[in-house]
């Protein structure tokens, strides 16, 4: 080996350090020097390449990466961390290819079936994410990230049993997974299995006294110790976290809230030729948006989520919006509204008469409150937080809690928000307007 050659190894050394390190500006340096001085090393511009992605700059990191496998196919590990970004980025069929290429050329390596499981389960070929998490936990038999993946899998695939046997081994495996708490109480809920989701909830709550989420589910599924309403950190949490696939989601929920509302709305539009001032209460990522902004001239959006708000920003149908809960931001409002609408968004609101009485401070004269609400089949009780984690309400308790906030019940009517579990969500979508 030259002087040269043993420099350079040495600066490769000096980045991967300095990158293993969390030093990255350092390893940057480093990396430049060697590529500076022999522009074609396939090792420096592989962990370049996964450098550039560390620092957001992902297009030139893949760009590195597949240069360093014209250089050096035979690379599993290249391959790996190409997979890597592509699937972040959710190209998932180039991803696909870049796994199995790695698998090919080392068939023992874990990460690469692993990794492959879970492309495959985005691209919603659960079967083949199976196959590929079978081979991850031959290889790695102790791996609880392996056992919960394939155990989503397994529930995709629709193998409840196998998918339940996989929760309970990762969380065997490893007792503070916590995602696998909710998964797996999720997964008995919808089996009906009320109870038992309540002690998985209970059981995560005692290991993760913290989680706003675990001890609202416990609390739902036990019925013990509901609260009035959802607290904020705990729509925030559950919120933040679905807002990239929330649209998808719902859309294969068979939602319908969106447009149950704004068609009672443009039912009372009448010679108004549509409302200067409308607000859309908890407007999520903007399903609203595009069907409210033909009613609206000025569309305003709340939402207590910022990921939900940054969706519903991307989409580009509201003047404005803003980050807050919805009861303190109606209370605190200076504008006022002709209409304020909201779909869904009430069910995580147990109490509503302060919610309504902050609606009506900031409605105009006769202005208009549209809204949707699960509906609860009789009983004694004016609300009920339901396994699921949201909220029944009866009629007759939103008539009388409309009717405290100064606010008159137009009309009720009976429809399907959307389908769970195999069957119709029946809901009330109510008018009111302010006296």
């Given at each position: 080996?030259t002087?040269?050659d043993r420099?350079?190894?040495?600066l490769?050394?000096?980045?991967?350090?300095a990158?293993r390190a969390?030093?990255?500006?350092?390893?940057?340096?480093?990396?430049e020097?060697?590529?500076?001085?022999?522009p074609?090393?396939?090792?420096a511009?592989?962990?370049?390449g996964?450098l550039?992605?560390?620092?957001?700059?992902?297009?030139e990191?893949i760009a590195s990466?597949?240069l360093?496998?014209?250089?050096?196919?035979?690379?599993p590990?290249?391959?790996?961390?190409?997979g890597?970004?592509?699937?972040?980025?959710?190209r998932?069929?180039?991803?696909k290819h870049?796994y199995?290429?790695?698998a090919?050329l080392?068939p023992?390596?874990?990460d690469?079936?692993?990794n492959l499981?879970?492309c495959?389960?985005?691209?919603e070929d659960?079967p083949?994410?199976?196959?590929?998490l079978d081979?991850?936990?031959?290889?790695r038999?102790?791996?609880?990230p392996?056992a919960y993946q394939?155990g989503?899998?397994?529930?995709d695939?629709?193998?409840l049993?196998?998918?339940?046997?996989?929760?309970?081994?990762?969380?065997?495996?490893?007792?503070?997974?916590f995602e696998?708490?909710e998964?797996?109480?999720?997964?008995?809920?919808?089996q009906d299995?009320i109870?038992e989701a309540a002690?998985?909830?209970?059981?995560?709550?005692?290991?993760?006294p913290?989680s706003?989420?675990?001890?609202?589910?416990?609390?739902?599924?036990?019925?013990e110790?509901?609260?009035?309403?959802g607290?904020?950190?705990?729509?925030?949490?559950?919120?933040?976290?679905?807002a990239p696939?929330f649209?998808q989601n719902?859309?294969?929920l068979?939602?319908?809230a969106p447009q149950?509302?704004?068609s009672?709305?443009d039912?009372?539009v009448?010679?108004?030729?549509?409302f200067?001032h409308?607000?859309d209460?908890?407007c999520?990522?903007?399903?609203?948006?595009?069907?409210l902004r033909?009613?609206?001239?000025?569309?305003m959006?709340?939402d207590l989520s910022?990921a939900?708000?940054?969706?519903?920003r991307?989409k580009g149908?509201?003047d404005?919006l803003?980050v807050?809960e919805?009861?303190?931001?109606?209370?605190?409002s200076t504008?006022?509204?002709?209409a304020?609408v909201s779909?869904d968004t009430?069910?995580?609101?147990g109490e509503?008469?302060?919610a309504?009485?902050?609606?009506?401070?900031?409605?105009n004269?006769s202005?208009i409150l549209?809204l949707?609400l699960?509906e609860?089949?009789?009983?004694?009780?004016?609300?009920?937080?339901e396994?699921?984690g949201?909220?029944?309400?009866?009629?007759e308790?939103?008539?009388?809690?409309?009717?405290h906030?100064g606010?008159?019940?137009?009309?009720?009517d009976?429809?399907v928000l959307?389908?769970e579990?195999g069957?119709d969500v029946?809901g009330l979508?109510?008018?009111?307007q302010?006296?």
């Open positions: 080996m002087h040269r420099r350079n190894a040495e490769l050394q000096s980045a991967m350090a990158h969390g030093r990255l500006d350092a390893a940057r340096i480093h990396y020097r060697v590529l500076a001085r022999n074609r090393d396939p090792n511009l592989h962990f370049h996964v550039q992605h560390n620092l957001g700059r992902s297009p990191g990466i597949r360093s496998l014209e250089l050096a196919p035979a690379n590990s290249a391959w790996l961390n190409l890597n970004i592509l699937l972040q980025q959710e998932c069929d180039a991803a870049a199995e290429r790695a090919d080392e023992d390596m874990a690469a079936w692993y499981g879970i495959l389960r985005k691209m659960a083949a994410a199976v196959r590929a081979r991850a936990l031959r290889l038999p102790t791996h609880a392996s394939r989503i899998a397994r529930r695939a629709g193998e049993a196998a998918a339940e046997a996989d929760f309970r081994r990762a969380l065997e495996l490893k007792c503070d997974y696998v708490f998964s797996l109480g999720m997964l008995l809920y919808r299995r109870a002690e998985v909830y209970r059981a995560w709550l005692a290991r993760d913290s706003s989420t675990a001890a609202h589910l416990a609390a739902a599924t036990s019925q110790a509901v609260p009035p309403r607290s904020d950190a705990y729509v925030i949490e559950t919120f933040d976290r679905f696939t649209d719902l859309a294969n068979c939602y319908r149950l509302v704004v009672a709305l039912s009372v009448g010679e108004r030729h549509g200067e409308v607000l209460v908890g999520g990522t903007g399903l609203c948006g595009a069907l033909p009613l609206a001239r000025h569309l959006g709340v910022p939900m708000i940054e969706c519903a991307a149908f509201y404005e803003c807050a919805l009861c303190a931001f109606m209370d605190r504008h006022k509204f002709d304020i779909a009430f069910v995580y609101l509503l008469e302060s309504f009485t902050a609606a009506a401070r900031c409605l004269p202005g549209v949707t699960e609860m089949p009789g009983g004694a009780r004016d609300y009920r937080l396994p699921h949201r909220y029944s309400h009866r009629l308790y939103v008539a009388r809690a409309l009717a906030a606010l008159t019940l137009i009309r009720s009976t429809d959307r389908r579990r069957a029946h979508v109510v008018m009111a302010r006296r």
